[in-house]
Each structure stands twice: as structure tokens, then as C-alpha cells.
């Protein structure tokens, strides 16, 4: 089970920062992943991290602004990102990949959080 939290309404310019926890896997083996989802939109990928946190992947439209990191010991995964706009509203999901390579292709992730919802106001 995965399990997001600190979304929330953010104002343009500002930051956010996303946990996602995960229970009753061995959670060092697998890559994880951020993705979201705006309102009427496709799901796009936003991160991802290898399973020993040595590679990480960024989609182009946060590049540079986002951060991916985990905590194996805490089994937790976090997105870090700044300097937000209103094009960053979208719910944010959680996703465990198969294996262990990070990966920006959803069909390579199997289990997926309910999502946390991410409002950046102008």
C-alpha cells in the first residue's frame, strides 16, 4: 500500500513537498515514482529514483525544479519542488515500479497510491 500526503494549496512561486510511505513490501528492491495528473489531462511523469537512489529521472516539464529523494529506512519516497505555477495543479500519485530501475513509463509501475491534489494559485 502506498500512502501520499502534503499536498495541498500552494501560491505561484512557492514550493512543495510531497511523502509517499509504503507498507508491507521490501521496499529497498523497487524504484519508485512521482506522477500526476491535471484535470482533463493525460497522466504525465514527473520523477523517478532507482532502487538505491544512485539514478533519478525528471520529466521535461520539471526538470530543474524538482528534486526526487527516498529513505529506505523510513520506506518512504519524497518530491521537492520549486518555483511552482499554476500549470502544476494536478493530483500527484505515488508509484512502485516492478524492478528496481527508475523509469518514466507508467506501464512499468504496479502499484500506485490514491493520489494527494496539488493547487498552485496565481
Known amino acids: 500500500q502506498l500512502v501520499e500526503s502534503g499536498g495541498g494549496l500552494v501560491q505561484a512561486g512557492g514550493s512543495l513537498n510531497l511523502s509517499c510511505t509504503i507498507s508491507?513490501?521490501?521496499?529497498?528492491?523497487?524504484?519508485m515514482a512521482w506522477f500526476r495528473q491535471a484535470p482533463g489531462k493525460e497522466r504525465e511523469f514527473v520523477a523517478s529514483?532507482?532502487?538505491?537512489?544512485?539514478?533519478?529521472l525528471y520529466g521535461d516539464s520539471v526538470k530543474d525544479r524538482a528534486t526526487i529523494s527516498r529513505d529506505d529506512a523510513k520506506k518512504a519516497a519524497y518530491l521537492q519542488m520549486n518555483n511552482l505555477n499554476p500549470g502544476d495543479t494536478a493530483v500527484y500519485y505515488c508509484?512502485?515500479?516492478?524492478?528496481?530501475?527508475?523509469?518514466?513509463?507508467?506501464?512499468?509501475?504496479?502499484?500506485w497510491g490514491q493520489g494527494t491534489p496539488v493547487t498552485v494559485s496565481s
Open positions: 529514483i532507482n532502487w538505491n537512489g544512485e539514478t533519478t
Open positions: 508491507g513490501l521490501l521496499y529497498n528492491i523497487y524504484a
Open positions: 508509484a512502485k515500479h516492478q524492478g528496481g530501475t527508475a523509469s518514466g513509463r507508467p506501464e512499468d509501475y504496479n502499484l
